[in-house]
């Protein structure tokens, strides 16, 4: 499937099937379009006359190049038909595990889905090392034969259960000697406890370290109190930037949400990295008339931010002060195999979490919805639920009507299943605004792309 669109003055064209981004002039860019009009298929040689008493004899060098690619297998290839059992031949296997490290947290943000720490049920809790290790030990039985296990330790927020962090740690070391796997461990935190010690332990022995802060002082604390209301931006920001250059090039993002009350998250973004190269700023899903809900009309503005920030990014990076921004990272030429990108994140399939009490759900964002509970590690054996696991089983793109002949089908898996139920009320269903910002986003990754191309290179 093609896509054919514009941005800056800068027209491309990408093909979803063979990864190929193609820049074009006006030209191209017309005959394309004919091409589009058509159904994909070859504009009839009427329409190419008409075309060529315009912009003259070029239509038809326009033309045999579009032929030619296409012969190439480079432009309008043809959708491959992936059925849904060809995605899991076997039985699916949870491989990442979201685990909980408390129930509890010293911030009260604003949009917390997690309902500031608690997840909605007013009983503020901490994991046990019992608890958690039964977890791991879950993961490493519930994986088969998987090699390489993830493990996000999560909240609330983590660093305020420390030393159930470390009895854990030293576990999943001992048990990935033992049975020779890998588990790559990653940090999810607030970082307002995060002091010299609990920075050298992370660099030490996580793989990834995520660390939320949401832009710049006044977003930030507005979004994001702590307990007594006070904003919490300057103890978060200092501690990043110690954590930040203790890292080195280790893995690690900052990770911030904008809201309906920053749509102008460009200007967050940029802040965000002062403090880093690696930055993520993420949409709030959050209940219509809470205030700061991204709502249908804040679409086009998100979009033209986006495009704003992209603009600004390629600037940078002709300058050589370019940073990493998680929604503008696409792999043309490697990446995941078009079997795993329709697969989506893996949500109770190959993905799940468990909370201080050793409930199992299909993810994080669905801990605390007893329809969606699948288990607990207490339980012996462990009999996961088979309805909910039916159901998350069948979240394939090619099982989606909306997806299947969408153009950013393998770069989004779907979407998100939470937003799409606290959106629709189904897994199933289509979270609209989500999406349209998914699509703007991968534009304005492509053009950062083809802008890298135009200058010969790629930031690295």
């Known amino acids: 499937m093609l896509h054919l669109f514009s941005l800056n003055g800068d027209r491309l064209a990408f093909d979803a099937e063979s990864g190929a981004l193609h ?188 660390l939320s802060i949401d832009g710049r002082p006044d977003v930030h604390n507005r979004m994001r109190p702590d307990l007594g209301g006070k904003g919490s931006y300057d103890r978060v920001a200092n501690h990043i930037r110690t954590f930040v250059a203790a890292r080195g090039e280790r893995e690690h993002y900052l990770r911030g949400t904008f809201t309906r009350e920053n749509l102008d998250f460009s200007a967050d973004a940029l802040h965000l990295a002062t403090l880093s190269d690696q930055v993520s700023l993420e949409p709030v899903v959050s209940p219509p008339g809470s205030g700061y809900d991204i709502r249908p009309e804040d679409v086009p503005i998100l979009e033209a931010e986006y495009e704003k920030l992209a603009t600004i990014m390629n600037r940078m990076d002709e300058q050589g002060q370019g940073f990493n921004f998680f929604h503008f990272m696409i792999d043309l030429k490697g990446g995941p195999c078009a079997f795993k990108r329709l697969k989506g994140c893996g949500v109770g399939t190959e993905y799940c979490a468990v909370t201080p009490d050793g409930d199992i759900y299909p993810c994080h964002q669905f801990v605390g919805q007893e329809q969606f509970r699948l288990g607990n590690v207490h339980d012996q054996p462990i009999a996961l639920n088979q309805d909910v696991l039916k159901c998350f089983q069948g979240l394939l793109v090619p099982n989606k009507e909306a997806c299947r002949n969408c ?49 010969g290179g790629e930031r690295s």
């Open 407 to 455: 153009w950013a089908r393998y770069f989004c898996g779907g979407g998100c299943a939470a937003n799409a139920w606290h959106a629709s009320g189904s897994i199933n269903g289509l979270y609209e605004i989500g999406c349209a910002l998914q699509k703007k986003r991968l534009e304005c990754a492509l053009w950062l792309q083809a802008k890298k191309i135009e200058r």
């Open 23 to 210: 820049s074009l002039d006006e030209t191209a860019h017309t005959v394309l379009s004919a091409w589009m009009d058509a159904g994909q298929k070859p504009p009839s040689a009427q329409v190419l006359e008409k075309l060529a008493d315009r912009y003259g004899s070029a239509v038809f060098a326009c033309q045999q190049e579009i032929l030619d690619a296409r012969d190439q297998g480079l432009m309008f290839v043809p959708d491959v038909e992936i059925k849904p059992e060809q995605l899991y031949p076997g039985e699916p296997r949870i491989k990442s595990m979201c685990l909980h490290l408390c129930h509890d947290c010293n911030l009260r943000c604003r949009y917390c889905f997690a309902g500031t720490g608690d997840f909605g049920t007013g009983h503020r809790s901490m994991l046990s090392e019992e608890t958690g290790r039964k977890a791991i030990d879950f993961l490493l039985l519930a994986a088969g034969d998987r090699q390489n296990l993830d493990i996000d330790f999560f909240g609330g927020e983590p660093l305020l259960n420390w030393p159930v962090v470390t009895a854990l740690v030293e576990y999943c070391e001992n048990k990935a000697a033992e049975t020779g796997r890998e588990i790559r461990l990653t940090m999810t935190t607030n970082a307002v406890l995060l002091d010299q010690e609990k920075t050298d332990y992370i660099n030490r022995h996580f793989k990834n370290c995520v």
